[in-house]
């Protein structure tokens, strides 16, 4: 019997993104690469960041925070599901389960509030510039990363405390390749009403909330940008937005349309697609969006190789 709740199951079986054996060690190599570049390009950035002093702002000390939490979020569950291509049995226990769901709920939530900081952080710069230093002073931005990582902190613990509760019968079979809120909500043999409600209400919020700050704070953000009556200013405005517009659209998006439905109307297949696109996709893109679009981090990197080289 599984330690501290009232299941029957001790470990779960994770069905992976497909049965087919002729994909398996083609997927295995592919989300190898990705998951390579995904580590190189998050953990180039934070030492970048963290190496080159002008590169010491609130943008990206944001940026910094945003890399590590992707880099962080993309290890939960990637090295598990590349065993799991390439093993006959994909077992994970009950506790590592619960952990994985734990970690994962975590980090995504932090970079729900770390994208929302990041808006308010080009509002201020583009609608307030004048202001900008006192306004994202360090106290502020740490503040900002204290309260976002708290707020992970307490849905996480909601989301895995209500699956806790949960009792687990025969059926140990997920059919996805890590342990999501839904596939295991329909695992369970006693009612999932709340831990429905929980979800709804917990991903509403995070969702919702910094969705609506993003919008509001961009459109003031456009307002400004069309009273500015230069040509090479409003570009220069669009050009340090773009990036991260791309980045919350790509976030949001995959997130809201997984987790703002209730999971009897979610199809596993259409579950499993959503959740590679912002488990595995978009901790791999946000760094290409940011220093591909970014002449900052451009030339930080090429200052940072030419000394290597001399």
């Given at each position: 019997?599984?330690?501290?709740?009232?299941?029957?199951?001790?470990?779960?079986?994770?069905?992976?993104?497909?049965?087919?054996?002729?994909?398996?060690?083609?997927?295995?190599?592919?989300?190898?690469?990705?998951?390579?570049?995904?580590?190189?390009?998050?953990?180039?950035?934070?030492?970048?960041?963290?190496?080159?002093?002008?590169?010491?702002?609130?943008?990206?000390?944001?940026?910094?925070?945003?890399?590590?939490?992707?880099?962080?979020?993309?290890?939960?569950?990637?090295?598990k599901m590349l065993v799991n291509f390439i093993s006959k049995k994909n077992i994970i226990s009950y506790m590592g389960?619960?952990?994985?769901?734990?970690?994962?709920?975590?980090?995504?939530?932090?970079?729900?509030?770390?994208?929302?900081?990041?808006?308010?952080?080009?509002?201020?710069?583009?609608?307030?510039?004048?202001?900008?230093?006192?306004?994202?002073?360090?106290?502020?931005?740490?503040?900002?990363?204290?309260?976002?990582?708290?707020?992970?902190?307490?849905?996480?613990?909601?989301?895995t405390g209500c699956m806790l509760r949960l009792t687990f019968c025969d059926a140990n079979i997920i059919n996805n390749?890590?342990?999501?809120?839904?596939?295991?909500?329909?695992?369970?043999?006693?009612?999932?009403?709340?831990?429905?409600?929980?979800?709804?209400?917990?991903?509403?919020?995070?969702?919702?909330?910094?969705?609506?700050?993003?919008?509001?704070?961009?459109?003031?953000?456009?307002?400004?940008?069309?009273?500015?009556?230069?040509?090479?200013?409003?570009?220069?405005?669009?050009?340090?937005?773009?990036?991260?517009?791309?980045?919350?659209?790509?976030?949001?998006?995959?997130?809201?349309?997984?987790?703002?439905?209730?999971?009897?109307?979610?199809?596993?297949?259409?579950?499993?697609?959503?959740?590679?696109?912002?488990t595995n996709t978009v901790p791999l893109l946000n760094p290409l969006i940011y220093s591909l679009r970014n002449k900052?981090?451009?030339?930080?990197?090429?200052?940072?190789?030419?000394?290597?080289?001399?």
């Open positions: 019997m599984a330690p501290g709740n009232g299941s029957l199951v001790n470990e779960f079986l994770l069905l992976g993104l497909t049965d087919q054996p002729d994909l398996q060690l083609p997927l295995f190599f592919l989300f190898l690469i990705m998951y390579v570049f995904t580590v190189i390009g998050n953990f180039g950035l934070i030492i970048l960041i963290g190496l080159t002093s002008h590169l010491h702002t609130p943008m990206y000390f944001f940026l910094f925070n945003l890399s590590f939490i992707d880099f962080c979020y993309s290890s939960v569950f990637t090295p389960c619960m952990t994985q769901l734990y970690f994962f709920c975590f980090f995504v939530i932090s970079e729900c509030y770390v994208l929302t900081s990041m808006a308010c952080d080009r509002y201020v710069a583009i609608c307030n510039p004048l202001l900008y230093n006192i306004v994202m002073s360090p106290k502020m931005c740490s503040s900002l990363m204290l309260a976002s990582y708290l707020m992970a902190f307490s849905g996480a613990t909601a989301h390749y890590f342990c999501d809120i839904h596939p295991l909500l329909q695992l369970s043999c006693t009612s999932t009403y709340i831990n429905e409600l929980v979800v709804f209400i917990i991903s509403g919020i995070h969702v919702i909330v910094p969705s609506l700050t993003i919008f509001v704070s961009y459109s003031f953000i456009l307002s400004s940008i069309l009273h500015v009556s230069s040509t090479e200013g409003r570009s220069k405005a669009f050009s340090t937005c773009s990036s991260h517009i791309i980045a919350v659209s790509l976030f949001f998006g995959s997130g809201a349309f997984m987790y703002l439905k209730p999971s009897s109307t979610i199809s596993m297949d259409e579950g499993k697609i959503s959740s590679v696109f912002y900052d981090i451009k030339f930080a990197l090429g200052k940072t190789l030419s000394r290597k080289q001399f």
